[in-house]
């Protein structure tokens, strides 16, 4: 479930060791400089790993399962990046399990029945966050401190000119990853994260059910497809007309743009937009509404989250 992390050792776990003369002795060095306030800084790699080095820190930036399995198609589990963090440690000769961890993506791959951007149209809108559709198969959700991505795997693989794995090929790899970018300790409920809690179980499971607490936050869009035989009374009535309002607008993306953008332009008052926007959130969420039938997509990827999350712990 681990992928990328950007990890910060401080001068002062390890005082004995010069990190601009040895430290870099032991990476790919590819630039180096100083500062305005005279601090000299080098940066390089190793394995894929980006390695800045100052006087008094180090901060390493990547893809942690690129750096221990040579590729990112996968991810690492506890385990995993236990023994990779290890082996780094081993490659600088540093205790890179006292370093601060100031992001973490947890992931998963899902090989899917359909093309990828077919799951992808049924994710809505996630309150507080920011959805954005970046390309045709891949789509953010976007916050200041934490993100979601959805993507195909195979297609950014196959951008990249990467090989792509036995088990992947001519598949439809639907990729989820949750990206805690800022604020972890205070998001994750910690006094600080530090690496060796990245191999801890309870931190781990905590990892993981806010990677599918996410997910199953969001408002999943269903086809449109109408259960005639729940329809007892005028409120169910008047509830199929405002969803056959938002599918005549487009969908619920479009409707609730065009609210944003009616309250902009001072034709919706703040609270008039928020309400129309919690009508439209109740009509198209198919849990929440009998008349709605949820596609079989839906539960598809669903399913594949709920049981990644009972059963990765």
Not at 3 to 15: E, F, Q, R, W
Not at 190 to 208: A, H, P, T
């Given at each position: 479930?681990?992928d990328?992390l950007?990890?910060?050792?401080?001068?002062?776990?390890v005082?004995?060791?010069?990190?601009?003369?040895e430290t870099?002795?032991?990476i790919?060095?590819?630039n180096?400089?100083?500062?305005?306030s005279?601090?000299?800084?080098?940066?390089?790699y190793?394995?894929?790993?980006?390695i800045?080095?100052?006087?008094?820190s180090?901060?390493?930036?990547?893809?942690?399962?690129?750096?221990?399995?040579?590729?990112?198609?996968?991810?690492?589990?506890r385990?995993?990046?236990?023994?990779?963090?290890?082996?780094l440690?081993?490659?600088?000769?540093?205790?890179?399990?006292?370093?601060?961890?100031?992001?973490?993506?947890?992931?998963?791959?899902?090989?899917?029945?359909?093309?990828?951007?077919?799951?992808?149209?049924?994710?809505?809108?996630?309150?507080?966050?920011?959805?954005?559709?970046v390309?045709?198969g891949s789509?953010?959700?976007k916050q200041?401190?934490?993100?979601l991505c959805?993507?195909?795997?195979v297609?950014e693989?196959?951008?990249?000119r990467?090989?792509?794995?036995?088990i992947?090929?001519?598949k439809?790899?639907?990729?989820y990853?949750?990206?805690?970018?800022?604020?972890?300790?205070?998001?994750l409920?910690?006094?600080?994260?530090?690496?060796?809690?990245?191999?801890?179980e309870?931190?781990?499971?905590?990892?993981?059910?806010?990677w599918?607490?996410?997910f199953?936050?969001?408002?999943?869009?269903?086809?449109m497809?109408?259960?005639?035989?729940?329809?007892?009374?005028?409120?169910d009535?008047n509830?199929?007309?405002?969803?056959?309002?938002?599918e005549?607008?487009?969908?619920?993306?479009?409707?609730?743009?065009?609210?944003k953008?009616?309250?902009?332009?001072?034709?919706l008052?703040?609270?008039?937009?928020?309400?129309l926007r919690?009508v439209?959130?109740?009509?198209?969420k198919v849990?929440?509404?009998p008349l709605?039938?949820?596609?079989?997509?839906?539960?598809?990827?669903?399913?594949?989250?709920?049981?990644?999350r009972?059963?990765?712990n």
């Amino acid at each position: 479930m681990y992928d990328t992390l950007i990890l910060k050792l401080d001068k002062s776990s390890v005082p004995d060791t010069d990190f601009l003369e040895e430290t870099s002795s032991y990476i790919d060095i590819s630039n180096s400089g100083m500062y305005g306030s005279g601090i000299k800084w080098i940066s390089g790699y190793l394995k894929g790993l980006r390695i800045h080095i100052t006087d008094s820190s180090i901060k390493i930036t990547g893809s942690i399962a690129k750096y221990y399995l040579g590729t990112n198609l996968e991810t690492l589990n506890r385990d995993d990046v236990k023994k990779a963090i290890k082996d780094l440690s081993n490659r600088l000769h540093l205790p890179i399990d006292k370093a601060l961890v100031t992001r973490i993506d947890v992931s998963e791959n899902f090989i899917m029945k359909h093309s990828v951007n077919d799951y992808l149209t049924h994710l809505g809108q996630l309150s507080r966050f920011s959805r954005l559709e970046v390309t045709k198969g891949s789509l953010y959700y976007k916050q200041k401190e934490q993100e979601l991505c959805f993507y195909d795997k195979v297609a950014e693989a196959k951008a990249r000119r990467v090989e792509i794995p036995e088990i992947f090929k001519n598949k439809n790899v639907l990729r989820y990853e949750y990206r805690l970018i800022k604020r972890l300790s205070k998001r994750l409920n910690v006094r600080e994260v530090n690496v060796s809690l990245l191999y801890d179980e309870g931190f781990y499971s905590k990892l993981i059910q806010l990677w599918a607490a996410k997910f199953l936050a969001i408002n999943k869009i269903n086809d449109m497809v109408i259960n005639i035989e729940a329809m007892k009374t005028i409120k169910d009535l008047n509830s199929l007309g405002v969803i056959a309002l938002i599918e005549k607008a487009g969908g619920e993306i479009l409707f609730v743009e065009e609210i944003k953008k009616q309250q902009r332009q001072g034709t919706l008052t703040k609270k008039q937009a928020a309400d129309l926007r919690k009508v439209v959130k109740r009509a198209t969420k198919v849990k929440d509404n009998p008349l709605m039938v949820c596609s079989e997509d839906t539960k598809e990827l669903d399913n594949k989250i709920k049981c990644t999350r009972r059963f990765k712990n």
